[in-house]
Structures are given as C-alpha cells and as structure tokens.
C-alpha cells in the first residue's frame, strides 16, 4: 500500500476500491487554512464585545496571541493535498465593512487568501490526480445572507462541474465514483444547501475541546463506546486551549502543545481500526498535519482492513 500521500487512494488495494469512503481512514486538516491567516485583519463577528475591547486597547499584545493560538496549519493546501489530507475544514465568511463580493477563511480572524482563489487551487490539483477524492466542508458562514450564499454556491458548481457528487450517490466507493468522474463531496453547512443537491449536509466532528492528548483520547473514547455514526464522521485530535491557559502559558503557542502531546495522540491513533463495526473510525483529522506524521499514520490503518491472503475483515482493538 503506498503511503506517500499524493495518489494515495488510486494506490489502496483493489480489495478496497469497493469499500464505501465512510469506512475508510481519511486523513483530514482541522481549520485548514489558517496557514495564511492575516495578522492585522478584523476579528470575526462572533468575538465578545470584551475581547474585541481588550483587542482595541493592547492590540501589539493580542494580536501576536491570536496569531500563535488561531494558526493551527504550517502548509498550503496544495501541499496538504499532495501528503494526502482528503478531508478540510474550511470556514467561509465575508470580512465586515468590505464592499467586494470576496469571501475569506476564518479562525478569530481572516485569511490572507480568498476562497474562491483557494478553492481553484484545489480544482487545479485534482486535474492532475483525477483518481483521488476530497470532502470539501465549508461551514460558519459569517457575515453571508441569502444572496451572498446563492453567488458562492454558484461559483462552487461553475468551478468544480461534473466532479461534484451529487448527495444522492447511494454508492460512495472508490470504483463507482471514479466511475462517475466525481472527486469532490462539498458540505455545506447551511439551509441554503437543501436546494442544492450537489451539496452534502454537514459532517459530525467529535472535538473534544481539551488541553492535553488524555484528554482527547479520553473524550474520542467515549464517543468510540456510544457507537459510530451513520455515514461520514469526523475524530479531531486537535487540542484546544482556553483563554485562561493562553494567558498564563506566554511562551506557549498552539504548535508547541500540539508536538508535546503527539507521542501520547500517535500511541492512541496506532491502535484505531476504520470499518463499518461501532468502534470503527473514518476521518482523522489534526493540526500541523504537514509538520507530523498524521497522513500516514491514518492511511496506514487502511491496511487493517485486509488480510494477508487478500479477503476483507473487520478487526478491533
């Protein structure tokens, strides 16, 4: 099984082509474009009115916080896309007082590059792979009404065409979506996608919302024991930092805790199984996925689907 990432899913064992994408490992990037955040942009619209205070007053001090604690990937997309993330959490908003039609990715504040740009990029990148698959989820939306979702919605379909999976696909595996010619399955966390069907609801993302890798692994263990979802879902092993903890931990950025806390998440990951079985997990997604080794250790558990002698088989831990 070829695990460098870049046509990893053409390289899967024929055995899996026929093994529908939510009984996969999928390696998947937590806030996937926060790489190129804009450190002097606006703060988002859902900040506190107390934070957007304080961020006023100190800003030479809140502002390299946000930058150190908000960043939570060091690659560009494409690169993310060629180590073999399939899965991107992409949170979509129009930046407030901006007269343009540009949207922007988010995560306390803006991006440096536009959706729209971004997203063709992507398109581009799937040309040249056209055996590989990705989840597109956009979600948040902030500051879009209804006619702003309906001219980005229309952009989507015009930039991604024919490789759109419409939501009615009943067969999500590699053999009948290769195909059909579609390579990209787009959720869209909105009302404005139930009118649309070549956009998929929004996926479950089990966050634990904890500081450490016990914590995480304590959370995404419970979930594990109250049974998989139906479908697509999502394990994040990103850690989360409150504001309490970022005030008092100074020299700390959200990079450093990630790496002290891999060791403990990378023991836990190894063990996992993907499948159909109530303990099975699909995506895996994590931050610093280009600094760690997240893609090749999830798509490494796809082999545990296969026996030696070639036949499929459900196997847990």
């Not at 040249?128 to 919605?153: K, Q, T, Y």
């Not at 990103?238 to 805790?257: D, H, V």
Request: charged fraction near 20%.
């Amino acid at each position: 099984m070829d695990h460098c990432g870049r046509d990893w899913m053409s390289a899967l064992p024929e055995r899996l082509w026929d093994v529908p994408l939510t009984d996969l490992a999928i390696p998947g990037s937590h806030d996937a474009m926060s790489y190129c955040l804009d450190v002097n942009s606006p703060l988002v619209r859902t900040e506190s009115d107390s934070f957007r205070f304080l961020d006023g007053l100190f800003y030479c001090i809140t502002r390299p916080a946000i930058f150190k604690w908000a960043t939570t990937q060091d690659k560009s997309i494409e690169e993310q896309l060629s180590m073999g993330i399939r899965f991107f959490d992409l949170r979509v908003a129009h930046k407030p007082h901006d007269s343009s039609s540009d949207l922007y990715f988010t995560h306390v504040i803006y991006t440096h590059l536009t959706v729209l740009e971004t997203l063709s990029s992507v398109a581009a990148w799937l040309e040249s792979h056209p055996r590989e698959v990705v989840i597109l989820a956009c979600s948040h939306f902030e500051g879009m009404d209804d006619r702003c979702h309906e001219s980005f919605i229309f952009h989507l379909k015009e930039l991604f065409g024919s490789k759109l999976c419409p939501r009615t696909e009943s067969a999500l595996t590699l053999r009948r979506l290769w195909a059909s010619g579609y390579q990209v399955i787009l959720t869209y966390d909105s009302q404005s996608a139930a009118r649309h069907q070549q956009l998929w609801p929004d996926i479950p993302y089990h966050w634990a919302n904890q500081p450490t890798a016990q914590g995480v692994i304590s959370y995404l263990d419970r979930c594990k024991d109250q049974g998989r979802p139906e479908g697509f879902f999502i394990s994040g092993l990103n850690l989360t930092a409150e504001r309490y903890y970022i005030a008092t931990n100074p020299w700390q950025s959200l990079r450093t805790l990630t790496m002290s806390n891999w060791e403990c998440l990378t023991k836990w990951l190894e063990r996992q199984v993907p499948g159909s079985e109530p303990r099975g997990l699909n995506i895996i997604a994590g931050d610093f996925v280009g600094t760690l080794p997240l893609c090749s250790l999830v798509i490494s558990l796809n082999r545990k689907l296969v026996q030696e002698n070639g036949s499929l088989i459900n196997r847990w831990s």
